[in-house]
């Protein structure tokens, strides 16, 4: 049984930063891969940026110029810089068995944490 436990959000300015992090544990989860994934409201959920077992990564084209994935064992991170209000969002973590297209397929996901930006 996989679980994500995401940290980091908070409340910041237009042009912050912020960092945040996932810790996966479970039952082979060095085995899957991992993700980032945001949800504003009334809108659908969206691919952030994912990284898979070898460490290959994904970051979507609206954010790569201000946002990186990185992981380390099982521990997943976001690095966001130049923080827009557009940004505003719950960002969830995700775990996955399978990498398609520079993206985690997701199995599981965390229970998000929210990220304000004003």
């Known amino acids: 049984h996989v679980q994500l436990v995401e940290s980091g959000g908070d409340s910041v300015q237009t042009g912050g930063s912020l960092r945040l992090a996932c810790t996966a544990t479970?039952?082979?989860?060095?085995?899957?891969?991992l993700g980032w994934a945001r949800q504003a409201p009334e809108k659908e959920r969206e691919w952030v940026a994912a990284?898979?077992?070898?460490?290959n990564t994904g970051v979507a084209d609206s954010v790569k110029d201000r946002f990186a994935v990185s992981r380390h064992g099982n521990d997943l991170y976001l690095q966001m810089t130049s923080l827009q209000p557009d940004d505003t969002a719950m960002y969830y973590c995700?775990?996955?068995?399978?990498?398609?297209?520079?993206?985690?397929?997701?199995?599981?996901w965390g229970q998000g944490t929210q990220v304000t930006v004003s």
């Open positions: 995700a775990a996955g068995r399978k990498w398609e297209g520079s993206h985690c397929v997701p199995d599981n």
């Open positions: 479970g039952r082979y989860i060095n085995m899957h891969c």
């Open positions: 990284v898979d077992i070898d460490s």
